[in-house]
Nanobody, 120 residues
Framework: QVQLVESGGGLVQPGGSLKLSCAAS????????MGWYRQAPGMQRELVAS???????NYSDPVKGRFTISRDAAKKMVSLQMNSLKPEDTAVYYC??????????????WGQGTLVTVSS
């Protein structure tokens, strides 16, 4: 069973930085695109950033220039460096990945989420 486990959330002051990490484990043959989504209270889940297997990145407009997504294919990990954080970045952040499993199935996997709170 493929699992994603996030780490790195917490409380940070406005203007501060946090780095989120996500590690994949289980029956994985190949990691395809990976990404981060977030969901604020009362809001729909939204894409924050994604990175394709070839390294091409995509960012939502609110985080462009402040967040950086990266991946380590060998470690099956994806990270999100968040700088210049704002109170509106407060949300539960979810790791997402499309993988080819050892059962030769293309599946979408979600992490359990990690809370990021930006407040003074």
């Amino acid at each position: 069973q493929v699992q994603l486990v996030e780490s790195g959330g917490g409380l940070v002051q406005p203007g501060g930085s946090l780095k989120l990490s996500c590690a994949a484990s289980g029956g994985i043959l190949n990691m395809n695109s990976m990404g981060w989504y977030r969901q604020a209270p009362g809001m729909q889940r939204e894409l924050v950033a994604s990175i394709a297997s070839g390294g091409k990145t995509n960012y939502s407009d609110p985080v462009k220039g402040r967040f950086t997504i990266s991946r380590d294919a060998a470690k099956k990990m994806v990270s999100l460096q968040m700088n210049s954080l704002k109170p509106e970045d407060t949300a539960v952040y979810y790791c997402n990945a499309y993988v080819l499993s050892t059962e030769f199935k293309n599946i979408e996997v979600w992490g359990q989420g990690t809370l990021v709170t930006v407040s003074s």
